[in-house]
């Protein structure tokens, strides 16, 4: 069956360190690997997308890599900040644009 | 540029009745997306529309849930009767394949409560 996982449901750090986040999916073939943020009472926010062919992209203290053979995304936050403290979703299309499907979410707490 | 807006923020209602959420995308944006968000877990794609053509509803419960997007700007869900495993955060986005393609931008959501 097909399936989306993140890799905990919570994770804590502490400030300054890197935080890493990872996504797996099964039976799925995305073109396309996206990252977004949720803050409490608030819609997801976009961050990053990685296509199929793109091994790393970068934006800011943002890193996300993208591993076809493993079926594996990780979410890099370096330099972590409290304000980093949110709900970090994966979301992958199944259909070139198509069938959208989200990770349940790990929620990040970045302590001072 | 203004926002997805969604509409009413918040709505309770008994189970057995019905309810509508109002969604406008951002202007300009053909494609647009529910998604019902249960407490704790992702948001889950009901319906896509590309314009006013649907293109996908395959996980929308068609025999409760309805959606349309007549003229392919502002769009409406409804559920008709409601139940109690309903009760969510039902999120509108939209997309524009003019910029990057496939990112979705969120509206903040309609939360439901069925009683």
């Known amino acids: 069956s097909q399936k989306i996982e993140q890799n905990s449901e919570a994770l804590n750090i502490q400030e300054g360190k890197t935080a890493t986040l990872t996504c797996n999916y099964t039976?799925?073939?995305?073109?396309?690997l996206q990252w977004y943020r949720q803050d409490p009472g608030r819609g997801p926010v976009f961050l990053l997308l990685?296509?199929?062919?793109?091994k790393e992209k970068r934006k800011e203290r943002l890193k996300v890599t993208f591993d076809t053979t493993l079926k594996q995304s990780l979410f890099h936050i370096t330099a972590s900040q409290p304000a980093d403290s949110a709900t970090y979703l994966c979301?992958?299309?199944?259909?070139?644009?198509?069938?959208?499907?989200f990770g349940p979410g790990t929620r990040l707490s970045v302590l001072p | 540029e203004a926002g997805v807006a969604q509409s009413p923020r918040y709505k309770i209602i008994e189970k057995r009745q019905s309810v509508a959420f109002w969604c406008n995308p951002i202007s300009g944006h053909a494609t647009l997306y529910w998604y019902q968000q249960i407490l704790g877990q992702g948001p889950k794609l009901l319906i896509q529309?590309?314009?006013?053509?649907?293109?996908?509803d395959s996980q929308l419960p068609k025999d409760r849930f309805s959606a349309e997007r007549l003229k392919g700007v502002d769009s409406t869900l409804k559920i008709q009767p409601a139940k109690l495993e309903d009760s969510a955060v039902y999120l509108c986005?939209?997309?524009?394949?003019?910029?990057?393609?496939?990112?979705?931008?969120f509206g903040p959501g309609t939360r439901l409560t069925v009683t």
């Open positions: 529309f590309q314009n006013n053509g649907v293109v996908d």
């Open positions: 986005a939209s997309s524009s394949p003019g910029t990057s393609p496939y990112e979705q931008y």
């Open positions: 039976n799925y073939s995305p073109a396309y």
């Open positions: 979301a992958l299309d199944d259909n070139y644009g198509q069938n959208f499907v």
């Open positions: 990685i296509r199929e062919n793109e």
